[in-house]
């Protein structure tokens, strides 16, 4: 069992930078694919960057070179660093863990970015 909780998320002007975190308990951290998601108002929910617990990262093509991911196996928590936000940005964004068939989520944290 994974728990996952995250935060950072906020109100920020178009063209500034936001920071989340995810810090996850229960299981081994470093064992999981550690992802990003978002989910706007009436839209589906969709993957933002996701980490491998090798390191490796890919990302939806509306973030690329905007948007960071990265991990920190010892303290248990996985970062987004989004710059350079657009008001398309807007959502919900949920942390997800996953290893093999295990899936978890956390409860959210929301981005507005005004105009």
């Known amino acids: 069992q994974v728990q996952l909780v995250e935060s950072g998320g906020g109100l920020v002007q178009a063209g500034g930078s936001l920071t989340l975190s995810c810090a996850a308990s229960g299981s081994i951290f470093s064992r999981y694919t550690m992802g990003w998601y978002r989910q706007a108002p009436g839209k589906q929910r969709e993957l933002v960057a996701r980490i491998t617990s090798g390191g490796n990262s890919n990302y939806a093509d509306s973030v690329k070179g905007r948007f960071t991911i990265s991990r920190d196996n010892a303290k248990n928590t996985v970062y987004l660093q989004m710059n350079s936000l657009k008001p398309e940005d807007t959502a919900v964004y949920y942390c997800?863990?996953?290893?093999?068939?295990?899936?978890?989520w956390g409860q959210g944290t929301q981005v507005t970015v005004s105009p």
């Open positions: 997800n863990a996953v290893r093999g068939f295990k899936h978890y």
